[in-house]
């Protein structure tokens, strides 16, 4: 878990009162929006999670995201197992504040039916689970080109070998499904992603249909253990 900054993100909750829904905040170049600390994420972070708890929680998202969170081969669903915990607790609240857009998920995730303290339940019982080599992959036609362009632009943040950053809330991509990532990627380039970080909107932008494909296609062999 994340722990720096903590005073600063207690003073933040003190001011802003209860967790209340904010506006939603449209995240794009320069932004510092990506990042912020609104009420419901900080109570999230702060509190303490519970696997057992989490898991019985989590039986209602299985009808998605499948037991075990391993999500769907065809990317409709991502891989959450293994997922870092600050990574899954930021984006559940940025779908619970509409700062992420996805309206299949929000009705299973209201603020008034899964809690602060539900979110971190959550989000420990999901980084507890196996990630598995059973994931779908590209089709391996383009890898030299996607791993020049990943090593390039995208080490960096989600590390060499795909492994995230539980510190920064950069993702884990590895053992990541190849249709969830190829359609994440695009849909960022195109703006249409509200919580996308500003560096990687940067960076995107530039790239062709064939380099996201490229790039994803790496992605999805990285080693699932690195």
Not at 64 to 77: F, L, M, N
Not at 152 to 164: I, L, P, V
Not at 211 to 219: E, K, L, P, R, T
Request: net charge positive; aromatic share 8%; glycine share 8%.
């Amino acid at each position: 878990m994340v722990k720096k900054c903590w005073a600063i993100l207690a003073l933040q909750l003190a001011c802003s009162g209860a967790y209340a829904l904010d506006a939603p905040v449209w995240v794009g170049i320069n932004d510092p929006a990506w990042n912020e600390m609104y009420p419901v994420r900080v109570q999230a972070m702060q509190a303490k999670g519970d696997a057992v708890r989490g898991e019985a929680k989590f039986v209602i998202c299985q009808g998605c995201h499948r037991s075990a969170a391993v999500g769907r081969v065809d990317g409709s669903y991502p891989r959450l197992a293994g997922q870092h915990v600050s990574v899954l607790i930021k984006q559940m609240t940025d779908v619970q504040t509409e700062r992420r857009s996805n309206p299949k998920m929000q009705p299973f995730i209201h603020l008034h039916e899964v809690l602060p303290q539900n979110v971190a339940d959550i989000a420990v019982y999901l980084h507890g689970l196996p990630v598995t080599a059973n994931h779908g992959r590209g089709p391996g036609d383009d890898l030299q080109h996607g791993q020049l362009l990943y090593m390039k632009d995208c080490a960096t943040c989600h590390g060499k070998q795909g492994e995230g950053s539980d510190e920064q809330f950069y993702p884990r991509v590895s053992g990541q499904h190849f249709n969830y990532l190829l359609r994440e990627s695009l849909i960022i380039r195109d703006g249409k992603r509200r919580n996308a970080h500003p560096d990687m909107v940067t960076v995107i932008k530039r790239y062709t249909d064939k380099d996201i494909a490229a790039v994803a296609d790496f992605m999805s062999r990285l080693p699932v253990n690195p």
